[in-house]
């Protein structure tokens, strides 16, 4: 059974960090480009970061970069995304996205808010 469970999510202050993970199963993880989105309220999901299946590339939306990393272990088949220096337009739920060819899995998402 495929499933991508994310976690780490939660209510931080502006200027906090985070560690959101995405532990996939039922799938080769390794084989498997990853991503991470975000939908916030009323608004469209929106690609957040970009990671191939071996780590070598990433990409990152504008809106985040030098703030957000994204990583992936191979060997534990998980990702992550460590998010820092969070402003309140960061609050969404999280999501990861695993892509190969024509195959492609969602997971249920994390929430992070960002309020003082």
């Known amino acids: 059974q495929v499933q991508l469970v994310e976690s780490g999510g939660g209510l931080v202050q502006p200027g906090g960090s985070l560690r959101l993970s995405c532990a996939a199963s039922?799938?080769?993880?390794?084989?498997?480009?990853m991503s991470w989105y975000r939908q916030a309220p009323g608004k469209e999901r929106e690609l957040v970061a970009s990671?191939?299946?071996?780590?070598?590339?990433?990409n990152y939306t504008d809106s985040v970069k030098g703030r957000f990393t994204i990583s992936r272990d191979n060997a534990k088949n998980t990702g992550y995304l460590q998010v820092n220096s969070l402003k309140p337009d960061d609050t969404a739920v999280y999501y990861c996205?695993?892509?190969?060819?024509?195959?492609?899995?969602w997971g249920q998402g994390t929430q992070v808010t960002v309020s003082s």
């Open positions: 039922g799938f080769t993880f390794s084989f498997y480009g």
């Open positions: 996205n695993c892509n190969y060819l024509y195959s492609e899995y």
């Open positions: 990671i191939s299946s071996n780590g070598r590339s990433t």
